[in-house]
């Protein structure tokens, strides 16, 4: 069975830096995309970063443009997202997605395989 598994969610104070890992099990995932979405109380799941399956791609949203930075690590089928400079509207929960293709969309129908979601918590 599929699985993906995020940590590295928590409480911290504007201006912090936290790193997400997603952990993946069940299959490989090298020849897929992978993204990090979030989704925040009331909020559409909006897509935050987005990595191709070689890593040689990376998308972002505009509002954590130079203050995220998505990676993976094939070899051990996970994906990370580094976030710095938080601020308190990027609370939400964030999860992980696998794509159904080898380069990352913005649309959630993009994507077949999701974690439980990590919450992240920003204050100001």
């Known amino acids: 069975q599929v699985q993906l598994v995020e940590s590295g969610g928590g409480l911290v104070q504007a201006g912090d830096s936290l790193r997400l890992s997603c952990a993946a099990s069940g299959r490989t995932f090298t020849n897929n995309a992978m993204g990090w979405f979030r989704q925040a109380p009331g909020k559409e799941r909006v897509l935050v970063a987005g990595?191709?399956?070689?890593?040689?791609?990376?998308t972002y949203a505009d509002s954590v443009k130079g203050r995220f930075t998505v990676a993976r690590d094939n070899a051990k089928n996970e994906v990370y997202l580094q976030m710095n400079d938080l601020k308190p509207e990027d609370t939400a929960v964030y999860y992980c997605a696998a794509a159904r293709g080898p380069v990352p969309t913005s649309t959630i129908l993009g994507y077949n395989a999701w974690g439980q979601g990590t919450q992240v918590t920003v204050s100001s």
């Open positions: 990595i191709s399956w070689s890593g040689g791609y990376r």
